[in-house]
Nanobody, 122 residues
């Protein structure tokens, strides 16, 4: 069992930066693919970025070059550094742990946090 708690969301002006954190509990954190997902009002949840145990990363095209996902296995924490934020980045951001299969329900992720709200004003 893994519990995930996100933090770091808030209100920021366009062009600003935020660093999201996700603290995990459980003994097998390092074996999971960790991911960040987001859900904007009226839209479906979408993939943002993932990082595996060997720190290979994958990004949504629209955040590539502006965001960096990283993980600290000793601290059981995954981060999402977001720069040059745009109003269209406004969403609830969720941290998740699992195997990541994009075509499966919930992207094949087994555990989800409750989310943290990011609001980008223009």
């Amino acid at each position: 069992q893994v519990q995930l708690v996100e933090s770091g969301g808030g209100l920021v002006q366009a062009g600003g930066s935020l660093r999201l954190s996700c603290a995990a509990s459980g003994r097998t954190f390092s074996s999971y693919i960790m991911g960040w997902f987001r859900q904007a009002p009226g839209k479906e949840r979408e993939f943002v970025a993932t990082i595996n145990w060997s720190t290979t990363t994958v990004y949504l095209d629209s955040v590539k070059g502006r965001s960096t996902i990283s993980r600290d296995n000793a601290k059981k924490t995954v981060y999402l550094q977001m720069n040059s934020l745009k109003p269209e980045d406004t969403a609830v951001y969720y941290c998740a742990a699992g195997s990541y299969y994009p075509s499966r329900p919930s992207y094949g992720m087994d555990y989800w946090g409750k989310g943290t709200l990011v609001t980008v004003s223009s």
